[in-house]
């Protein structure tokens, strides 16, 4: 199970909070598979998120 990482951990790898982590995996942006209450994620699909740009896209100028 070293490839696997709790939220906690996932959180620390990119940077983001907890609680961040969780909505991305509720988002289905990052994947991650529940053990008992514990969601774990391979720790391949959290580096694939790295370089992702943080918080919400720009509104389009014509809406």
């Not at 709790?6 to 983001?16: F, H, I, S, W």
């Not at 995996?25 to 694939?48: P, T």
Request: charge should be positive; glycine fraction near 10%; avoid cysteine.
């Amino acid at each position: 199970m070293k490839d696997l990482l709790t939220t906690k951990e996932t959180a620390e790898l990119l940077g983001l909070s907890d609680g961040r982590v969780r909505r991305l995996i509720l988002d289905g942006i990052l994947k991650a598979e529940k053990f008992g209450r514990v969601n774990m994620i391979k720790k391949s699909d959290a580096e694939k998120i790295i370089g992702r740009k943080p918080g919400r896209p720009k509104k389009d100028a014509k809406a």
